[in-house]
């Protein structure tokens, strides 16, 4: 493997936490771009932005998915402004990538297929890191909850079987809000899966607690944890934040017919039943 970009694998799994499934992907992209640099006689850190925008292109020719194009380009642009910051580089050739495609404009809002695609990525993660991606994910998308409020929820918040979370907004106000199936069983396997890796330790206050100074999640690893989601799902992870799946939310939500005045026979989204959707229609 060319050594800066085992240098910057190693980046990224000791400063940024990423997942073994993100490192691998990062891995094997790159791989496939310094493959495709040794047939031009170039070292892949030494690249030029045209020689990029060859590789690119020659993705769409060779019949990749715009998922997987997608998700070479986002790794080739972390590795170079790795280069960028380390000092290897002067210029970052992928900062023009973008500019270079007139006409083409990133979605302000994710598709319900993306967002899909996304709690997928987290369902293949192993182990307790996956369950703690899914439950993050399945409550920001069926809740529309801001980032601070679902990193500070603690953990009685959602008791067993509960349709609603207790959630302590702006001013310290607290509002009900409804929880679809799937994002309660995704809540309740976490904790499972946290209470048995405790061995009858008491459980910690927070929904999804951590060594930092608060005791919970921070907002800087759940920013983190859903971009490396949205690169195993083939997704720019410039387009993929806890805001932005607040918007999906409520987006898909009034795209599906809902209306906070309306009253009966609203379609359903992802993981709400019936009396959840009655919920969010009577406000």
Not at 105 to 118: F, N, T
Not at 127 to 149: C, D, I, N, P, Q
Not at 255 to 281: E, F, I, K, S, V
Request: aromatic residues 4%; proline residues 6%; glycine residues 8%.
């Amino acid at each position: 493997m060319n050594p800066r970009i085992e240098a910057f694998l190693e980046m990224m799994s000791a400063e940024r936490g990423a997942a073994r499934n993100t490192i691998a992907a990062y891995a094997a992209d790159l791989a496939d771009f310094a493959a495709f640099c040794a047939t031009a006689g170039c070292a892949p850190d030494a690249a030029d932005a045209a020689l990029i925008r060859r590789y690119l292109s020659g993705l769409h020719a060779a019949g990749l998915s715009a998922r997987t194009a997608a998700r070479r380009r986002a790794a080739l642009r972390q590795f170079h402004l790795f280069l960028l910051r380390e000092g290897v580089r002067a210029d970052d050739p992928t900062a023009t990538l973008e500019a270079a495609r007139p006409g083409r404009r990133l979605p302000r809002v994710l598709e319900e297929q993306e967002v899909l695609a996304l709690i997928a990525a987290a369902r293949g993660l192993p182990g307790r890191e996956g369950l703690r991606a899914v439950a993050l994910l399945e409550l920001l998308y069926a809740t529309g909850l801001r980032a601070s409020e679902l990193i500070a929820l603690p953990r009685a918040a959602l008791r067993p079987g509960a349709e609603a979370i207790v959630v302590r907004g702006k001013g310290g106000k607290d509002r009900l809000v409804p929880v679809g199936e799937a994002a309660r069983a995704a809540v309740e396997a976490w904790l499972a899966a946290e209470d048995a890796a405790r061995g009858g330790r008491p459980p910690s206050r927070w929904l999804f607690p951590s060594r930092a100074a608060a005791g919970h999640l921070t907002r800087q690893r759940l920013a983190q944890i859903l971009k490396d989601l949205a690169l195993a799902a083939g997704i720019d992870p410039a387009r993929v934040s806890p805001h932005v799946l607040r918007h999906a939310f409520a987006t898909h939500l009034l795209a599906r017919g809902a209306d906070p005045c309306g009253d009966h026979g609203l379609p359903r989204l992802h993981g709400l039943d019936d009396d959840a959707w009655n919920a969010l229609a009577l406000g």
